[in-house]
């Protein structure tokens, strides 16, 4: 729109046309306000009636909340303004009315429930908070592409439509492809692998991965966006360094240039970036640590995975980021190395925010008897993964990498109760439109 001034940058003495919404009209009796509200901020349009023409006052007065108009005027201060400054209107057009019934309220003076706001997103994201959190998201997006990028790594894009997911079972969603049978995929994880053995050797990707999963909880989508690392020649705990460092960049960045919206949320006072290096703790050293706080009814014994309830309980106990390492190889998925001295034991990594899982990572297994014996063991069958295994008979070098889940991270960034808070549109067991 030509010579649109957006109402943060209204000076006083200047000739405006501003446009936005009507966030609220209210009518005094001698005079009026409209407030019409941008992604900027908002701004005071008086109507003095007795001064003004009668059909810009009506124009300006009778318009619904919500509407889309425009207005040229004047900016003139006025310190009871709550910016400070008022537009004196010329005129007001109004471009697109909204209905007067509004199934939620974006001024936020009423309260909406999480599915009413889902179904109608449009109008919850003209909130000053809900928008505040995908400000925040971008920018945590931009600060991990940034530091990948600094760190040597390029960026891809890989298949989402696959003839074979990345660890089978019964997390895939099918889909019909051309009469065949395929899947959705849930993990980038083959791809990126198998691009540290081209030349490009040092990679990420962010985006969607699609998983279904039967639960409804408060940290699972069925679509959700995976951060992706891999980097030849690296191992595991060069992974665990890029993968901290990451997360870190996310939390600076927020920290450093999201201030406002911070505010908006409520937690300028409380944030912080975390400090220090995030320990990483064996998974043996886990396990005795979640059974010394005797908060879990039956204690963990080798070889059981972390429940939600022992991944609260140590989160608690350890009070920020951590990492648990050394998994037994059993109950890590078959592309993940193991010690060399070591076979009963993974390289395998989670990392840990208090609250719950954010990463899983580790160095792969690059040797191809090994992975396709890898394959065999866990039931699958090796031909259905030829074009992966293949490629590790061409020189395929060490390496390591990890999936951060964006939402997870974002939600845990800002404390969120709800991972679909995090994500515009999200996909659950009851929620496949909008
Ligand atoms: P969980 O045990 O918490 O369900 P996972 O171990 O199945 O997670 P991974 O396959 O290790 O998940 O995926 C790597 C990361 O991707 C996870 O640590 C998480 O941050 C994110 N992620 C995985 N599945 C989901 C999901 N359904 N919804 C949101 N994020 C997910
Ligand atoms: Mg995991």
């Given at each position: 729109m030509e010579n649109r001034t957006y109402t943060a940058d209204a000076e006083p003495g200047e000739r405006v046309t501003v446009a936005g919404w009507v966030h609220e009209l209210r009518d005094l009796g001698g005079i009026a306000f409209l407030i019409l509200r941008d992604k900027t901020g908002k701004i005071q349009v008086k109507f003095a009636k007795d001064e003004m023409d009668d059909d810009l006052v009506e124009a300006g007065t009778s318009v619904s909340r919500e509407s889309v108009v425009t207005v040229v005027g004047t900016v003139e201060e006025e310190p009871r303004a709550p910016t400070g400054v008022e537009v004196v209107p010329e005129s007001v057009e109004v471009v697109a009315p909204a209905d007067p019934e509004l199934p939620l309220d974006p001024s936020g003076k009423v309260d909406a429930e999480l599915p009413t706001r889902l179904d109608n997103r449009t109008l919850d994201l003209r909130r000053d908070e809900a928008k505040a959190i995908f400000e925040i998201r971008a920018e945590i997006l931009r600060a991990v592409r940034e530091y990948f990028r600094e760190v040597g790594a390029t960026e891809i894009n890989t298949p989402k439509i696959v003839a074979t997911g990345t660890e089978g079972g019964t997390e895939l969603f099918p889909i019909t492809y051309f009469g065949e049978e395929a899947f959705m995929n849930q993990s980038p994880q083959l791809f990126k692998q198998l691009m540290v053995g081209s030349g490009l050797e040092r990679v990420f990707e962010i985006g969607p991965i699609f998983r279904a999963e039967e639960h409804n909880t408060p940290?699972?989508?069925?679509e959700a966006t995976s951060i992706d690392f891999e980097s030849a020649f690296i191992d595991h705990r060069e992974a665990m360094d890029v993968c901290e460092g990451a997360v870190r960049a996310a939390y600076e960045a927020v920290d450093e240039n999201c201030r406002e919206q911070l505010e908006l949320l409520g937690l300028a006072d409380e944030f912080e970036a975390p400090e220090g290096a995030f320990p990483r703790l064996s998974y043996g050293e886990a396990i005795e640590r979640v059974n010394a706080t005797g908060e879990l009814d039956e204690q963990l014994v080798w070889g059981d995975d972390l429940s939600t309830e022992a991944e609260k309980a140590l989160g608690r106990d350890v009070g920020g980021h951590y990492f648990v390492t050394d998994w037994p190889s059993e109950i890590k998925p078959f592309y993940i190395k193991d010690h060399d001295d070591d076979e009963a034991l993974s390289t395998g990594f989670d990392l840990m925010h208090p609250r719950m899982e954010l990463v899983s990572g580790g160095q792969r297994e690059h040797r191809y008897d090994e992975l396709v014996a890898g394959f065999e063991q866990q039931g699958l069958d090796p031909d259905a993964f030829e074009y992966y295994t293949k490629?590790?008979?061409?020189g395929m070098p060490p390496h390591a990498g990890f999936g951060l889940g964006a939402e997870r991270l974002l939600m845990t960034v800002l404390g969120l109760e709800n991972i679909r808070e995090a994500v515009l549109f999200p996909r659950d067991r009851q929620r496949l439109s909008p």
């Open positions: 940290r699972h989508l069925n490629m590790f008979r061409y």
